[in-house]
Each structure stands twice: as structure tokens, then as C-alpha cells.
């Protein structure tokens, strides 16, 4: 099935509506993540094999000592900044 779709605006970035009939087909609902890939001159979209989700307890267990931060120094307040 091919059906034409206007781009547009999203925040800072483009997007499309996907028709029902075929969001339907694949059983897409509005949460559910989609792989987006360049193919030639084709975009390539397809449901994920596993939808991710994210909770803090575990974004923060993934820190290490390896792979921390250092603080940034950005100097002196400017404005009414309570530091």
C-alpha cells in the first residue's frame, strides 16, 4: 500500500502521520517505538523489536567511575542564581 503523507513541523524536528490503516496493519499505537533508517533514497521505518523504557533507578545504576562526569566550573553567578 502507498499513501501520501505530508511532512511537518514537530518541535525542532519533522515528522509524518502515519494513516490508521496502516498503523493498524502493524499494530502500532501512539508510545510504541519505531526503528527510522536510511535505505538508498528510501526511509525505512519498522516497529521495534523492543520497545524501550526508562526509569531513573536504572539510568543512574549505569553509572561508573569509568564513565562519570567531572564537574564544570562556570564561574561566578550573574544574575540571582542561589549557588
Same mark, same amino acid.
Given at each position: 500500500?502507498? /499513501?501520501?503523507? +505530508?511532512? $511537518? +513541523? ?5 515528522? &509524518?502521520?502515519?494513516? #490508521?490503516?496502516?498503523? !493498524?496493519?502493524? #499494530?502500532? @499505537? ?6 527510522? $533508517?536510511? !535505505?538508498?533514497? @528510501?526511509? *525505512? &521505518?519498522?516497529?521495534? +523489536?523492543? !520497545?524501550?523504557?526508562?526509569?531513573? =533507578?536504572?539510568?543512574? #545504576?549505569? *553509572? /561508573?567511575? !569509568?564513565?562519570?562526569? $567531572?564537574? &564544570?566550573? =562556570?564561574? /561566578?553567578? +550573574?544574575?540571582?542564581? *542561589?549557588?
Amino acid at each position: 500500500m502507498e /499513501t501520501m503523507v +505530508k511532512i $511537518q +513541523k514537530m518541535g525542532n524536528d519533522l515528522g &509524518i502521520n502515519i494513516p #490508521s490503516v496502516v498503523a !493498524n496493519g502493524f #499494530s502500532l @499505537r501512539e508510545g510504541l517505538y519505531v526503528n527510522v $533508517q536510511k !535505505n538508498g533514497n @528510501r526511509i *525505512i &521505518i519498522e516497529p521495534a +523489536k523492543t !520497545n524501550v523504557s526508562y526509569n531513573l =533507578t536504572d539510568m543512574l #545504576s549505569g *553509572i /561508573t567511575e !569509568n564513565n562519570i562526569h $567531572q564537574c &564544570i566550573e =562556570t564561574g /561566578t553567578p +550573574k544574575g540571582n542564581e *542561589i549557588w
